[in-house]
């Protein structure tokens, strides 16, 4: 049975442009969370995904975007990279909303 | 606003002796608290939970214990092996019917020394 899987794994992007990270859920999990951890920091929530819809949201701009699809995958977009977006993304999947979460290995996103 | 704190950064502990891991919190609506276990590379790795209905739940060698008047956890591991040798993250949410988002910690580096 896979767990959450995240992809890709590394990145490097450039300030300004735009990046898209994926994550698929573990096998039988509806429910899709983002988060970003910075350096010496814990996991801070970007939003949440149910039923294809955003229901949570934590304190981050518009530039932060996402969308979950039928197969319960979802994708985090970020537009107009700036140098502190660098941080590792992690993906988290539940069982409806109620349950603790499974995290994916993460995506390691570098800004120049 | 942290909301979750975890005030020590490091603990070191002797194989085989307890490991106690504190996490404090400033929100009382806060009904659900997990730990979660991190090893570099590696995303965090759920370890156990508890709501706020019960004041200790016990999984094998880990057991958590919450004060709620105090606003207060902690992660109680005996006997303490090598591989615990991590950072670990508490982390609370409430509860609600629109979802749920969790709070973490900024994490205790924990080293077990053999």
């Known amino acids: 049975d896979a767990g959450v899987t995240q992809s890709p794994t590394h990145l490097i992007k450039t300030r300004g442009q735009q990046v898209t990270l994926r994550c698929s859920p573990k096998?039988?999990?509806?429910?899709v969370s983002w988060y970003q951890q910075a350096l010496g920091q814990g996991p801070q929530f970007i939003f949440q995904?149910?039923?294809?819809?955003?229901?949570q949201r934590g304190n981050f701009p518009d530039r932060f975007s996402g969308h979950q699809f039928p197969n319960y995958s979802s994708e985090l977009n970020v537009n107009a990279l700036l140098l502190g977006d660098s941080a590792l993304y992690l993906c988290?999947?539940?069982?409806?909303?109620?349950?603790?979460?499974?995290f994916g290995q993460g995506t390691r996103l570098t800004v120049v | 606003d942290q909301q979750v704190k975890q005030n020590s950064p490091s603990l070191s502990v002797q194989e085989g002796r307890i490991s106690i891991l504190n996490c404090d919190y400033t929100?009382?609506?806060?009904?659900?608290f997990l730990w979660y276990k991190k090893y570099p590379a590696e995303g965090p790795t759920f370890l156990i939970s508890?709501?706020?209905?019960?004041d200790k739940n016990e999984d094998g060698r880990f057991t958590v214990f919450l004060n709620k008047s105090a606003k207060h956890l902690s992660l109680h591991i005996v006997p303490s092996q090598p591989g615990d040798s991590a950072v670990y993250f508490c982390?609370?949410?409430?509860?609600?019917?629109?979802?749920?988002?969790?709070?973490f910690g900024t994490g205790t580096s924990l080293t077990v020394i053999p």
């Open positions: 988290a999947s539940s069982f409806n909303t109620y349950t603790e979460a499974f």
């Open positions: 096998s039988g999990h509806d429910t």
């Open positions: 995904y149910y039923e294809e819809e955003e229901r």
């Open positions: 929100n009382s609506m806060f009904d659900y």
């Open positions: 508890i709501s706020s209905i019960k």
């Open positions: 982390a609370a949410s409430q509860l609600i019917n629109t979802g749920n988002q969790f709070y």
